[in-house]
């Protein structure tokens, strides 16, 4: 089955700088790609996502990129502000014919703490 | 505004007891999921349901089980079987049989006491 790997586990930066979480994922069939921000005590919440024949998109100051040769995809974070503190999830998904059930695996997760 | 609705909060359950975590969707999504999330982890699957009268199990099914009788509803129950019920319980939906984004509740902390 599907495996993402999601580096780094913490991550902390002074407010104003960027930030980076890098994701991995291992089925080449795996063609949407989700990321969710879930702040203490809440659910995740979607960010931003990109499919797979897209290499990057951006909204605002997130962005997410995506290499489908070497099966990996990023987000960055520019002008870190202390509100960006969260636990942040990347996800590979997989429908593997219309219709069907949409697999998600997801990363286990990079804690951001922005410095103020 | 549409979303979806976990209750309750917080749940305290004893020892061999069985308890119920609900979750309702307004937004008119056939596809519901059951995930549970522990300390420093990621989400694990426990059941998923695709349509009303229909539901799978997730990768972590044992101990856990669940109805869908409303498209609008989702109910999860923790047996006395699960040995280890203790965690941070997330309901989600989405539509079904395409590839967008998970909407979440607010989730549910279960703990044993």
């Known amino acids: 089955g599907e495996n993402v790997e999601q580096h780094p586990s913490t991550l902390s930066v002074q407010e104003g700088d960027s930030a980076v979480i890098k994701c991995t994922y291992s089925?080449?069939?795996?063609?949407?790609f989700p990321w969710y921000k879930q702040e203490l005590g809440k659910g995740p919440q979607l960010i931003i996502d990109i499919r797979s024949n897209v290499g990057e998109k951006k909204d605002q100051r997130i962005a997410v990129t995506l290499n489908k040769t070497a099966k990996h995809f990023s987000l960055h974070i520019t002008e870190t502000q202390p509100e960006d503190s969260a636990v942040y999830f990347c996800a590979a998904s997989i429908i593997r014919y219309s219709g069907g059930y949409q697999k998600v695996t997801f990363g286990t997760g990079t804690k951001l703490q922005v410095i103020p | 505004d549409g979303g979806i609705t976990q209750s309750p909060k917080y749940l305290f359950r004893k020892e061999g007891q069985n308890v119920t975590l609900s979750c309702e969707q307004n937004l008119n999504h056939d596809a519901m999921y059951w995930y549970r999330q522990d300390p420093g982890q990621g989400l694990r699957l426990i059941y998923y349901?695709?349509?009303?009268?229909?539901?799978q199990k997730g990768d972590i099914a044992e101990g856990y089980s669940v109805s869908r009788e409303k498209k609008e509803s989702f109910p999860l129950t923790v047996t006395s079987a699960q040995k280890n019920p203790t965690a941070f319980y997330l309901c989600a939906s989405s539509i079904a049989g395409k590839n967008y984004g998970y909407t979440f509740g607010s989730g549910t902390r279960l703990t044993v006491v």
């Open positions: 089925d080449s069939a795996s063609n949407y």
């Open positions: 349901s695709q349509i009303v009268n229909d539901f």
